[in-house]
């Protein structure tokens, strides 16, 4: 099953480090199979709060997404995101097209 990377980012400070990031992180994903879904688009909260900009990456599985996260390649230009957003990442594997909410209570 495909994984995500999901990300918020709040408190951005939008500068040479950014703009770096964002042209150096593709040439990261590819080896790994990333894809963007989601990259910023605008959003309409329905429930709660939901504060930032939202990022979310696909991979094929979560074995691609671990490898992609703890590349030398990623982690070179990490640094240039965290020093300039505060973000929450979490990786999350998606389900089966045939999914049902019951599912869950098998677990």
Not at 7 to 27: H, K, M, N, P, S
Not at 73 to 79: F, K, M, Q
Not at 83 to 105: E, F, R, Y
Request: glycine share 8%; net charge negative; hydrophobic share 45%.
């Amino acid at each position: 099953m495909p994984t995500l990377a999901i990300a918020t980012l709040t408190d951005v400070t939008f500068g040479d480090d950014l703009v770096r990031y964002l042209t150096e992180i593709d040439a990261t994903m590819a080896p790994f199979g990333g894809i963007y879904l989601v990259h910023g688009n605008p959003k309409t909260v329905l429930e709660g709060d939901w504060p930032g900009d939202v990022v979310i990456l696909q991979f094929p599985d979560r074995a691609s997404a671990e490898g992609w996260y703890a590349s030398d390649a990623y982690r070179a230009i990490l640094p240039l995101r965290t020093k300039n957003a505060q973000c929450d990442v979490i990786l999350i594997d998606t389900v089966a097209p045939d999914h049902k909410g019951t599912d869950i209570l098998a677990n």
